[in-house]
T-cell receptor, first 112, second 115 residues
Framework: NAGVMQNPRHLVRRRGQEARLRCSPMKGHSHVYWYRQLPEEGLKFMVYLQKENIIDESGMPKERFSAEFPKEGPSILRIQQVVRGDSAAYFC??????????FGQGTRLTVV | DQQVKQNSPSLSVQEGRISILNCDYTNSMFDYFLWYKKYPAEGPTFLISISSIKDKNEDGRFTVFLNKSAKHLSLHIVPSQPGDSAVYFCAASFYSGGGADGLTFGKGTHLIIQP
């Protein structure tokens, strides 16, 4: 049973471009969470999704950021018109209902 | 406003001795607390957790203590081993049902185990 898979591991985007980060949860996990870690900071919650539903997006910036977890395929975190301040490590976690979550290795986004 | 604080950015401990990592929180509504371990270029790995109705939880070499009145928890690792060298994050949740919805993380403590 593979762990939580995130790709790409590293992503470089120019200011104004779009970034798409993918997360494939562990087999049997229907709950996905996205977190962001800025340099020298702890992880900050962004969004919690179940298949085809956003359950809690209280940590998502109101503009340029969106997330989805379709019926088929990975969860996608999309950042439009990236700015330098979006440079961070983005972690995805997955869990079954009522159990501990497992984190992926993260995607390190660099905006140049 | 930091609701979960880890005031020691780093901690150095000799191999075989006890490592004690501390965490303070400000929101008394937190119901569940977790510790994660993170190696460079990897995601956090769950270590141990504790519900607010308990004051201690033990799992092998790891023990977490919770002092609700002081809003303080600590992670004890004994004996410390070289593989324990990593960044340790304390996290708090309003929900005790598992998952990772809305966890509030501290900034982490870098534990270094000296041979």
């Amino acid at each position: 049973n593979a762990g939580v898979m995130q790709n790409p591991r590293h992503l470089v985007r120019r200011r104004g471009q779009e970034a798409r980060l993918r997360c494939s949860p562990m087999k049997g996990h229907s709950h996905v969470y996205w977190y962001r870690q800025l340099p020298e900071e702890g992880l900050k919650f962004m969004v919690y999704l179940q298949k085809e539903n956003i359950i809690d997006e209280s940590g998502m910036p109101k503009e340029r950021f969106s997330a989805e977890f379709p019926k088929e395929g990975p969860s996608i975190l999309r950042i439009q018109q990236v700015v330098r301040g979006d440079s961070a490590a983005y972690f995805c976690a997955s869990s079954p209902l009522g159990a501990e979550a497992f984190f992926g290795q993260g995607t390190r986004l660099t905006v140049v | 406003d930091q609701q979960v604080k880890q005031n020691s950015p780093s901690l150095s401990v000799q191999e075989g001795r006890i490592s004690i990592l501390n965490c303070d929180y400000t929101n008394s509504m937190f119901d569940y607390f977790l510790w994660y371990k993170k190696y460079p270029a990897e995601g956090p790995t769950f270590l141990i957790s504790i519900s607010s109705i308990k004051d201690k939880n033990e799992d092998g070499r790891f023990t977490v203590f919770l002092n609700k009145s002081a809003k303080h928890l600590s992670l004890h690792i004994v004996p410390s081993q070289p593989g324990d060298s990593a960044v340790y994050f304390c996290a708090a949740s309003f929900y005790s049902g598992g998952g990772a919805d809305g966890l509030t993380f501290g900034k982490g403590t870098h534990l270094i185990i000296q041979p």
